[in-house]
């Protein structure tokens, strides 16, 4: 007679698998552990409650429709005063774009504009200044030492000063609010300990004093950048003008922390992907159009967000499992970007794929405003990247940031072959 599975059986293999993904092995290769998690089902429970979905359709169409939504600050709220969303952080990062939902995610969207192709022209230009002074300072020092670490000098780097010449951010500050992007972090996690909630608090207490002190100073020196172009639309939108700075204030966070975070992980990944197979450096070197292809392949094979959160706005289903009102699931978008039903041999990095349904960058109304950015960076870098070390080759493995969430690479060592 065959054995049959029981609940606490199954709880304990989910939670056996999420604590085998936070460690330094699960880190480095998370995708067999992923297809375990495919073989309980394309939904599954979730050890904490709520549901696990890993099958790429089901992901998608969840990401498509209206009818899931942000865990907004309502919802949150909900949730108790003695849990991980009445943090500090918690209920700030719920007043960001991200974590909005109709109908103020289409006023706060409308008011962020977007990376239109003017904008994008004007910071094209930027981009490529800045990732040649740090392709500079970077092969002086593989010169002087023989190696050097890319995610230090050059991946964590290019964000921020992307990101902090177009707001109009003091140079002298980029270092200290890139350091408070790497804190925020964990409360955006799926289980983030008492402590991790406690950094992440202090760290978004620093960026909100820090974006208020400019927007007011910005309002005495008013231009023609983003953060003057918020102060204008806020203004007409809320008479208060204590409201229209904390309009302002959660604009530039959201810009901040979207941009810097993810941005450096899709980086860091490129250049491991390029570096760890010579064959792949080699093709990009000969071929230099198949660089937006490698970019997106990166993105489909090991994405900066592996997981994406919604919660169901009505008691729905999802692969014929029943969700309540209120319940959480989880996308798993690492391993949906792995499923063999959507890409054949997933396990293969391969640039003649059809990318243009992947989730690197969400999906719906949430599609990442920045996306076009991402892309520009990346594709910048890399072109510049194969044209002036095309012999650029991977020392050791890189550790990575015990996440499960956002992945994040703690060091990139390479040098010349």
């Excluded at 020092?141 to 951010?169: H, K, M, Y």
Aim: proline content about 7%; aromatic content about 8%.
């Amino acid at each position: 007679m065959g054995s049959r599975t029981t609940p606490t059986a199954d709880r304990r293999t989910a939670v056996a698998l999420f604590s085998r993904l936070r460690t330094p092995q699960g880190q480095a290769d998370p995708f067999p552990l992923y297809e375990q998690l495919r073989s309980r089902g394309a939904v599954s429970p979730a050890p904490w409650g709520g549901h696990l979905v890993t099958g790429y359709d089901l992901c998608a169409a969840v990401l498509r429709d209206n009818g899931w939504l942000e865990p907004d600050k309502g919802w949150r709220a909900r949730q108790g005063p003695r849990t991980r969303w009445s943090a500090p952080s918690s209920r700030e990062i719920s007043n960001t774009l991200p974590a909005l939902n109709p109908p103020e995610h289409t006023r706060v969207r409308r008011a962020a504009g977007s990376f239109d192709r003017g904008t994008i022209q004007e910071l094209g230009r930027t981009v490529d200044g800045i990732v040649d002074g740090l392709l500079d300072s970077f092969s002086a020092r593989l010169r002087e030492q023989g190696e050097a670490d890319f995610a230090a000098l050059v991946s964590e780097r290019l964000p921020i000063a992307t990101v902090g010449n177009w707001l109009g951010l003091p140079a002298a500050d980029w270092d200290r609010l890139r350091d408070l992007t790497h804190e925020q972090v964990f409360t955006q996690e799926l289980l983030p300990s008492a402590s991790q909630l406690t950094r992440s608090d202090v760290a978004l207490a620093e960026l909100r004093t820090y974006f208020l002190d400019l927007i007011r100073h910005r309002r005495t020196h008013l231009g023609e950048d983003p953060v003057s172009r918020w102060i204008r639309v806020w203004d007409a939108l809320e008479p208060d003008r204590d409201q229209a700075d904390e309009g302002v204030y959660f604009l530039a966070l959201f810009v901040l922390l979207a941009a810097l975070e993810t941005t450096s992980t899709l980086l860091s990944t490129m250049v491991l992907f390029l570096t760890e197979r010579p064959g792949r450096r080699d093709l990009l070197t000969g071929s230099p159009d198949l660089v937006p292809a490698f970019v997106e392949e990166t993105l489909r094979y090991d994405p900066p967000t592996h997981v994406i959160s919604r919660v169901a706005g009505t008691d729905r289903t999802v692969g014929g499992v029943e969700v309540r009102a209120d319940e959480m699931v989880h996308l798993m978008v690492g391993a949906a970007h792995h499923d063999p039903a959507r890409y054949p041999d997933p396990g293969r990095f391969d640039l003649s794929r059809n990318f243009a349904q992947h989730l690197g960058f969400s999906g719906g109304i949430h599609y990442c405003l920045g996306a076009p950015l991402a892309r520009l960076e990346a594709q910048t870098l890399l072109r510049r990247l194969v044209t002036r070390l095309p012999r650029l080759t991977l020392v050791r493995r890189p550790p990575r940031a015990p996440r499960v969430v956002f992945r994040r690479l703690l060091s990139l060592d390479v040098a010349l072959a």
